[in-house]
């Protein structure tokens, strides 16, 4: 069983940076790939990154991509998304998610735990 809390959502201007963090309970958090996923108003939830569980390999949206980076730190059980020139289109809330498995996942219904989501608005 694993215990997803996301933070570091909030209220940015366009072209502004945030850094979102997800921490995770439990002793087996580096035998778990992980993701991050976002959801806006009216739109079903798309991919936004993945990394393997080592931290040797990533993924990315092309929307995202250049722009965002993951990163994970096993020692610390927590997966980071930094978010660097924010768009007003990058306005969701943004979840972590966890799957057992050492390879990056892409498709969202792969993933066995969730967090409870944090919200990301970019101002114009």
């Known amino acids: 069983q694993v215990q997803l809390v996301e933070s570091g959502g909030g209220l940015v201007q366009a072209g502004g940076s945030l850094r979102l963090s997800c921490a995770a309970s439990?002793?087996?958090?580096?035998?778990?790939?992980m993701g991050w996923f976002r959801q806006a108003p009216g739109k079903e939830r798309e991919f936004v990154a993945a990394i393997s569980w080592s931290g040797g390999s990533t993924y990315y949206a092309d929307s995202v991509k250049g722009r965002f980076t993951i990163s994970r730190d096993n020692a610390k059980n927590t997966v980071y998304l930094q978010m660097n020139s924010l768009k007003p289109e990058d306005t969701a809330v943004y979840y972590c998610?966890?799957?057992?498995?050492?390879?990056?996942?892409?498709?969202?219904?792969?993933?066995?735990?969730w967090g409870q989501g944090t919200q990301v608005t970019v101002s114009s």
């Open positions: 998610a966890a799957v057992r498995r050492s390879a990056t996942v892409v498709d969202y219904y792969e993933y066995d735990y």
């Open positions: 439990g002793r087996t958090f580096s035998s778990y790939a």
